[in-house]
């Protein structure tokens, strides 16, 4: 069995701009991330600090778990620790233009209202760098954070951005409680996996 698949690493603030780099490669054709920075450059010049912004508090609690290779990263925020909304939002009111993160504003008022309020686990992303996609490490990397889900015996919700993900996803157990379709915003699966 290769290393990746055969355990997961748990990252620190110092691995950060390796957990980063996993998802700026994996998540450069994803529809929800790209709604926000559509071209390369914004992708390029934005996306880190937005997922930084995003994945701190993760960090803080040592639960952004990286496979053994550094081929993909999963950021979970345990019950109780959400993601940093001033810091995400200040990071997207200098990175957006304010047309377009208006023409957001309703999508993601949407997916805050969705999001469950009773004790639950939240992988708010993951990513597989697209040479190691199709391998396994994606899989294996998601039953690690859902063992601990499963250990403090609580459901996990995510949401999932792409159908391709849902799928996926559902394989693992979780089922789409809702699903958010607006203009000028992507279709995003509100998916559950009760606790076990």
């Not at 040592?62 to 950021?75: K, N, R, S």
């Not at 601990?148 to 159908?163: F, H, I, N, S």
Request: proline share 8%; aromatic share 8%; hydrophobic share 45%.
């Amino acid at each position: 069995m290769p290393a990746s698949l055969a355990a997961a690493e748990r990252a620190t603030r110092d691995d950060c701009g390796e957990a980063v780099e996993i998802l700026i490669a994996a998540l450069r054709d994803d529809p929800a991330v790209r709604s926000l920075y559509p071209t390369d450059i914004e992708y390029v010049r934005h996306f880190p600090g937005f997922a930084r912004a995003f994945a701190g508090r993760a960090f803080d609690a040592g639960t952004v778990d990286l496979d053994a290779d550094g081929h993909a990263a999963a950021f979970w925020f345990p019950p109780g620790i959400e993601p940093d909304g001033d810091a995400i939002m200040h990071h997207l009111a200098a990175s957006v233009p304010k047309k377009r993160l208006g023409l957001l504003a309703a999508g993601m008022a949407m997916q805050a209202e969705i999001h469950p309020s009773e004790p639950h686990w939240y992988l708010s992303r993951m990513g597989v760098v697209p040479e190691a996609q199709g391998m396994g490490i994606g899989g294996a990397l998601l039953r690690e954070g859902l063992a601990r889900a499963d250990a403090d015996r609580l459901p996990v919700y995510l949401e999932a951005t792409t159908r391709r993900s849902a799928v996926f996803y559902a394989r693992h157990g979780f089922e789409t409680r809702a699903t958010i379709r607006l203009p000028d915003y992507p279709e995003i699966a509100c998916m559950w996996r009760p606790a076990r």
